[in-house]
Nanobody
Framework: QVHLAESGGGSVQAGGFLRLSCDVS????????MGWFRETPGKEREGVAS???????TYADSVKGRVTISKDNAKRSLILQISSLKPEDTAIYYC?????????????????WGQGTQVTVSS
């Protein structure tokens, strides 16, 4: 069982920056592919960025160039840095993990999810 806990959300103005963290409880942290997803009311949850166990990174086209996903292995944390925030980035951001997701940015490919952290971007 893997427990995920996101933090770092908040309210920022457009053009600002946020750093989201996801703490992972499992000691087998390195064996999980992980990703960040976001969801807004009335829309399906969408993939933002993912990082595979071999370090392969995938970004959604909608955020490419503005986000960086990384792992802090010493702290067993997944990090998402978002710059040049836009109002359309407003969403609940979730981190997810799976041993064999297959499809890096597809929510249905991940079995373990955190509770989410709210990000609100005002214009």
């Amino acid at each position: 069982q893997v427990h995920l806990a996101e933090s770092g959300g908040g309210s920022v103005q457009a053009g600002g920056f946020l750093r989201l963290s996801c703490d992972v409880s499992s000691y087998t942290y390195r064996s999980y592919s992980m990703g960040w997803f976001r969801e807004t009311p009335g829309k399906e949850r969408e993939g933002v960025a993912s990082i595979d166990t071999d370090g392969t990174i995938t970004y959604a086209d909608s955020v490419k160039g503005r986000v960086t996903i990384s792992k802090d292995n010493a702290k067993r944390s997944l990090i998402l840095q978002i710059s040049s925030l836009k109002p359309e980035d407003t969403a609940i951001y979730y981190c997810a993990a799976d041993e064999f997701p297959g499809l890096p940015l597809k929510p249905k490919a991940y079995n373990y999810w955190g509770q989410g952290t709210q990000v609100t971007v005002s214009s």
